[in-house]
């Protein structure tokens, strides 16, 4: 069931009409806060800026009141901090993501993944990642996710003898990313399953559905927005009942013969390489039988990396398959660097040619750091009143929002024309595409920077040298194609990307 735009609507009138006397609040700020952007509605504030003209009016902000400032958007008082102030934020507990996902009125995770009622998960998922794929563990994992990938490109691309125009939108690479991250979480034994497969890349997109609603209703109170964009929740849709029962019918046999190969093995027993195998382990999530209980739990578990892993990764291999599409300058050069490595490897990728993609390295940072979108979609939320470095203060509950372009487009960083790509400006400077710098937080910064930026690019790396390689890949218009602009975030472009078979 989807939610239709007429009962949205209806809910919008509805509420409008009970709170409309609560309308006339006023944000209220006290006297050591950063500036906040003067407005000349009320209620609205700036809400209209930052839905149509976000660039402009960040840009402006950030000019006239410096960093960081406040802005009143959706009956909220945002603080948006930039390039001196992100630092600070990124490295001090007192801003927590996992509260704004948690209570967050724009993403209400947890009323579809129970586990996050608990503020532990996040960390627990976080460990598991940098335990299980971290940058010295992912060597393990180059030959499963070069097969998973090809199987992927075959199947959804495939011959192009004549060229293919291949629709890019509504997440439709997440297949393609899903088969390699199946991989990983559940094994080798299940990944192989279609519909397990499908299960995940379909769980993102279904979720995805829910996040697309603006947050119309936090004008009366964030609550009242939460509590509606989650109404069909509650009278029993759930968009990923059907895919946590896929999930937990092929994932009972497979644990059921893991605890009974190990019971009789005993040493001999050989752990395979995956994060459920991780999890049967673990003191926290590790069990004897496997009960409903264990797997609904185990399920959610690996349905959120699901969701943090996939969408991301998809959504930028995306991006970078249309900024390679639209730059032929590029083409001869990157194309020259991977052929020269297939011939080296024939054809079987180990990590150290992974290494050796150095200006394909560089090419995907710098579709990464001019991703444009004018915000970093994942909102912090102050845990308690914090006083920042330069003596400013903002109080408990404030949603603080990164303002990412201030951040890349740096010109002492990124010279006169920041916003220009420059493709190799990663290879010149020695930095890599998962390395996080203060001038590139794609990934974020600091302790609970993103753990799966390693598998990240890696995949998006041996993805984009295998698509490459096969494949020439143009843009229908031939130019660079235009990104979509919600607000301050931004998505694909959506014409589609024409594929054609290189002459071998
Ligand atoms: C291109 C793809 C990706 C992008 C752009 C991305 C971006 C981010 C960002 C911005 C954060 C917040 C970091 C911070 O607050 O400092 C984050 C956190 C996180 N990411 Fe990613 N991510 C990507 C892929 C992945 C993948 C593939 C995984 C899992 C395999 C993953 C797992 C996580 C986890 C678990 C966290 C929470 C870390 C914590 O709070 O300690 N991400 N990611
Ligand atoms: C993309 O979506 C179209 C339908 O909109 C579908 O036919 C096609 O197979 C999908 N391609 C990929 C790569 O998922
Ligand atoms: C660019 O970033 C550096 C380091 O964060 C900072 O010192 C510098 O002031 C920034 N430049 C501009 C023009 O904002
Ligand atoms: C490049 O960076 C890596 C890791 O960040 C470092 O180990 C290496 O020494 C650097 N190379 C040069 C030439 O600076």
Redesign the pocket.
Known sequence: MYFSFETITAFVGVFIVTYIIYWVKKPRISKNEPPMVPYKIPIIGHTLNYLFNAEKFLAECRQQHGDPFNIYVFGQVNTIVGNEIAQEV?RTDTFS??SAMRDGDSFPLNRVLKILEYPET??Q??????EV?SAAKLPLYTERMQKQLMISINKEIGDCSNPKLIITANSNFSSMIARP?AD?LVGQEISKNEDVVKAFADFTKDFASILVIPPILSFIHPKVHSQVITLPLRFGWNPIRKHMITLKEHLRPVLEKRLKDKEILGDKYEPPLDIIEYLLNDPEYGTKVITDDYLNKICEFLF??VV???H??S???TFALYDFAGRPELWDDIYEEQVRIDKECIGELSPQHINKMVKLDSFVRES?RT?DSAL?P?P?KCLESYTFKNGMSIPKGRIVQTYLMDIHYNTTAYGPEPRSFLPYHGLENNFSASKIDKNY?????????????F???N??KIGMHKLILNYHIKTPSGKIEEKIHFGPFVSPPVSGLIFENRKK
Do not use: D, M
Request: contains cysteine; hydrophobic residues 50%.
């Open positions: 990124y993501k996992s996040l960390e998922v976080a460990k598991t990642i940098r794929i991250v990983i959120f990396i943090v892993s996939i991301t990764t959504r930028h291999i990464l991703f970093i994942l912090h937080l794609i990934f974020g910064s600091g302790k609970h920077a993103c753990p799966g930026r598998l990240a690019v995949e998006i």
